[in-house]
């Protein structure tokens, strides 16, 4: 899939027409950056802590950008989601080194799980309690 596949699934969601230009531009931005720090990330050995401690950071943007954008957590999952994949699209292009394929995709798997919970620990703060969200625990 694309960039123009992705950016035409995002602009066929309910909530695209709410968010400003500024705020897109940011998010996609976020993206981008994610997907250098995980570039750099699969490509150590083993993969570099300092990588992650960048993704965390730029998950928290991404997670404070979101909510105030007005999304939900469940509309920010799925375009979350929807990155991951298209992510994980790109990495399972066969490779003639199978167990080096299987480590990246593994690497990237936990990356982007724990950009996702930075994400979404960001937008908890930045939503506060009138979105009706539990304290982290």
């Known amino acids: 899939m694309g960039a123009l596949a992705v950016r035409q ?3 066929s969601r309910s909530w695209y027409p709410r968010i400003d230009e500024y705020s897109r531009t940011r998010v996609r931005a976020c993206c981008a950056e994610l997907v250098q720090i995980l570039a750099a990330y699969t490509a150590g050995q083993p993969a570099q802590a300092q ?3 960048k993704a965390r950071h730029v998950g928290e943007v991404l997670g404070r950008e ?3 954008c007005g999304l939900t957590p469940a509309d920010s999952a799925e375009v979350f989601l929807h990155f991951k994949r ?3 699209e790109a990495l399972a292009v066969p490779l003639r080194d ?3 394929q299987v480590r990246i995709m593994r690497e990237a798997d936990a990356f982007l799980g724990e950009v996702l919970r930075a994400v979404m620990e960001a937008y908890r703060k930045a939503a506060g ?3 009706g969200l539990p304290a982290a625990r």
């Open 66 to 68: 979101v909510a105030g």
């Open 9 to 11: 699934w995002i602009a």
């Open 129 to 131: 309690p009138e979105a």
């Open 51 to 53: 990588d992650l401690a």
């Open 86 to 88: 298209h992510v994980t």
């Open 98 to 100: 199978a167990p080096r």
